[in-house]
Nanobody, 121 residues
Framework: VQLVESGGGLVQAGGSLRLSCAAS????????MGWFRQAPGKEREFVAG????????RYADSLEGRFTMSRDNAKNTAHLQMNNLKPEDTAVYYC???????????????WGQGTQVTVSS
């Protein structure tokens, strides 16, 4: 599965961004999708995940409900809507995929190249 992210950029604190991930696979709906992020000097961390059907979502507790993940299986795309962004959300965001169930663990074998999100204070 090839994954291509888009939608990153520079935004002021309190603003919003919507990340998108386009997948190459025809059987997209059989893959759980997710987002991880890595800030400079920090470990990579789980952000959000969604099941193949889109009915189950998982989020990092630290997000406090500010992010929402969705998917459009007809278009082979997944999205991450990020609201009320904070400077600590600054990181490279990676789209990930795996067959089977969605998980918060770093057990996704397919990764995109990443897209930079920078939140200024």
């Amino acid at each position: 599965v090839q994954l291509v992210e888009s939608g990153g950029g520079l935004v002021q604190a309190g603003g919003s961004l919507r990340l998108s991930c386009a997948a190459s696979r025809r059987t997209f709906s059989t893959y759980a999708m997710g987002w991880f992020r890595q800030a400079p000097g920090k470990e990579r961390e789980f952000v959000a995940g969604i099941s193949g059907s889109g009915r189950i979502t998982r989020y990092a507790d630290s997000l406090e409900g500010r992010f929402t993940m969705s998917r459009d299986n007809a278009k082979n795309t997944a999205h991450l809507q990020m609201n009320n962004l904070k400077p600590e959300d600054t990181a490279v965001y990676y789209c990930v995929a795996r067959q089977g169930t969605v998980t918060i663990r770093d057990e996704y074998p397919y990764w995109g190249q990443g897209t930079q999100v920078t939140v200024s204070s």
